[in-house]
């Protein structure tokens, strides 16, 4: 947002989410207190070369599919450790297609699978992003003759509504699997959803309704919360129901905001689900989208959010 990341940086933060970076063509991972001091002190780091995946994704998401269904659906198939210090690249159609939001969110849960980054080519959305911030660029490509130590193809139309179901990221479920199961609340929000594009897709599910189960949602930074203020989403939530947040971590981290209680069930656009991560160690959460998170929120239960289309 403030312009700092720029193509083809090399940017670590002490937060291991750092990888989200990626999204702007850029090498970003996290690291630990100690490296960070150092980087900050000497301005170098030292970095094994990771090897390189490729994960081509064709096609159009369907009706309420979104691209935290199709990184789900991408954990599941590599699982969480199936891609430790790997730098994963994401290309085809599909995420050519992609808004900025979307790319990031797909960026961001890289560092589940076990990746040490995950950096994307420029799309047309994002060099448009970029130039309002940053001016002029110079993105990183692969080689046309690059070699992968691995490659995954995925078929966009082809992805439904996904879980994480309790208590491992790459515990992957359909929403049909699980659908019906009560929760006590639901959360959007985090540096994976509280984006602009995730509360609008809530609004659009929860607009002249009102929810029947605990619903946060958390703006991911001060701009965002301005945005959704001054379209009318933050009035439409609250409307609905929902507590409306300042921007900050909430309940993902267990520190605040909606801490569970014990044996509470929760519906999260957070990226992790381990036990006690929001709070009880007894508490269960379910990753999904914001879509399936605010029409679980509206129905008290998990329900798939295609039964109230609108699009994302």
């Not at 999204?23 to 980087?39: E, K, L, M, P, Y």
Request: some cysteine; overall charge negative.
């Amino acid at each position: 947002e403030e312009g700092y990341v720029r193509p083809g940086s090399v940017i670590v933060g002490a937060d291991s989410h750092t990888v989200t970076h990626g999204a702007f063509n850029a090498f970003a991972t996290g690291v630990g207190s100690t490296d960070a001091a150092i980087a900050m002190s000497t301005g170098k780091l030292w970095f094994m070369v990771p090897e390189s995946v490729k994960i081509t994704v064709e096609g159009k998401f369907r009706d309420m599919v979104m691209s935290k269904d199709l990184v789900l659906h991408v954990l599941g198939e590599v699982k969480a450790d199936g891609l430790t210090y790997k730098s994963v690249e994401y290309h085809g159609s599909c995420i050519d297609g992609l808004s900025v939001d979307s790319r990031m969110t797909i960026a961001n849960m890289a560092v589940e699978m076990g990746a040490k980054c995950c950096p994307m080519e420029l799309n047309s959305a994002t060099e448009e992003w970029l130039k309002e911030r940053v001016g002029s660029f110079r993105q990183v490509k692969a080689d046309k003759n690059a070699s992968y130590s691995d490659e995954l193809y995925v078929d966009a139309s082809k992805l439904e509504p996904l879980v994480a179901a309790p208590s491992n990221v790459d515990n992957v479920k359909s929403v049909r699997e699980v659908e019906g199961v009560e929760v006590d609340q639901v959360f959007i929000g985090s540096c994976t959803n509280g984006r602009i594009e995730d509360i609008r897709v809530a609004v659009k599910i929860l607009d002249g309704h009102h929810v029947k189960t605990r619903c946060i949602v958390i703006p991911a930074s001060r701009r965002i919360y301005y945005e959704a203020l001054n379209a009318g989403y933050i009035d439409k939530l609250v409307k609905a129901g929902c507590i409306v947040g300042f921007p900050t971590c909430g309940p993902c981290i267990g520190a605040h905001m909606g801490l569970l209680g014990d044996g509470e069930v929760a519906v999260s656009t957070s990226n992790r689900n381990f036990i006690g991560r929001m709070g009880s160690s007894s508490s269960k959460i379910y990753l999904a989208s914001p879509a399936t998170a605010a029409a679980s929120a509206l129905e008290g239960k998990i329900v798939d959010p295609r039964k109230y289309g609108g699009g994302t």
